[in-house]
């Protein structure tokens, strides 16, 4: 067992890791982990606080980010247990208004942000890059506890699923994830 419940379900279905390795590796500059997030113990649970002023708009945290074959509403407690700890992909296609939207796992600190329905976090996702760049949705001082809501994550309608990218993409296709799924098969992420 390891400490991942990810990982440990990974294991348990006996998935093989992808390994990438190139004849010819090519480097180039991606991106520099970027956190405004410092993590304390509130009553024993961690909880995000800001580290700096910020002011609305302004960015606080970058993540990668993977997408799990799990689905929010699907009836298998895999599932709920994911939909209660991560972020959905945003998408309002008709699998996704049923099934609900995909889980994705991000990287780096989001995580750790308690949940709130009073979230001063705008999620923006960044498709082509494969990235989620957390923003300030208000003022925010040094210390200040964060809070965000994936809710806002969930399927509505087309037009407020626009509003989750960065790098809206084409609405012809409105089965989002799976053309996000597709974009990062295509660029080996
Ligand atoms: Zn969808």
Same mark, same amino acid.
């Given at each position: 067992?390891?400490?991942?419940?990810?990982?440990?379900?990974?294991?348990?279905?006996?998935?093989?890791?992808?390994?990438?390795? &190139?004849?010819?590796?090519? #480097?180039? %500059?991606?991106?520099?982990?970027? =956190?405004?997030?410092?993590?304390?113990?509130?009553? /024993? $649970?961690?909880?995000?606080?800001?580290?700096?002023?910020?002011?609305?708009?302004?960015?606080?945290?970058?993540?990668?980010?993977?997408?799990?074959?799990?689905?929010?509403?699907?009836?298998?407690?895999?599932?709920?247990?994911?939909?209660?700890?991560?972020?959905?992909?945003?998408?309002?296609? &008709?699998?996704?208004?049923? #099934?609900? %939207?995909?889980?994705?796992?991000? =990287?780096?600190?989001?995580?750790?942000?308690?949940? /709130? $329905?009073?979230?001063?976090?705008?999620?923006?996702?960044?498709?082509?890059?494969?990235?989620?760049?957390?923003?300030?949705?208000?003022?925010?001082?040094?210390?200040?506890?964060?809070?965000?809501?994936?809710?806002?994550?969930?399927?509505?309608?087309?037009?407020?699923?626009?509003?989750?990218?960065?790098?809206?993409?084409? #609405?012809?296709?409105?089965?989002?994830?799976?053309?996000?799924?597709?974009?990062?098969?295509?660029?080996?992420?």
């Amino acid at each position: 067992m390891s400490d991942s419940p990810v990982v440990d379900t990974i294991i348990e279905q006996n998935v093989t890791p992808i390994e990438r390795e &190139d004849a010819s590796p090519v #480097m180039e %500059p991606a991106f520099d982990p970027f =956190s405004l997030l410092t993590v304390m113990k509130k009553n /024993s $649970r961690y909880v995000a606080v800001i580290n700096t002023n910020v002011a609305a708009g302004q960015l606080i945290e970058k993540s990668t980010f993977v997408i799990t074959p799990y689905r929010v509403n699907e009836p298998d407690r895999r599932a709920s247990v994911l939909a209660n700890n991560f972020p959905a992909l945003p998408c309002a296609c &008709d699998t996704c208004k049923i #099934m609900g %939207p995909s889980i994705v796992v991000p =990287s780096g600190n989001m995580m750790l942000i308690q949940h /709130s $329905r009073k979230s001063n976090i705008k999620i923006l996702f960044d498709s082509t890059n494969a990235m989620i760049n957390l923003y300030a949705s208000s003022d925010l001082k040094k210390g200040d506890e964060l809070f965000i809501n994936y809710m806002d994550l969930y399927p509505e309608d087309e037009l407020s699923q626009e509003d989750h990218f960065s790098d809206i993409p084409s #609405m012809q296709n409105m089965d989002l994830d799976k053309r996000v799924m597709e974009e990062l098969y295509n660029a080996k992420l």
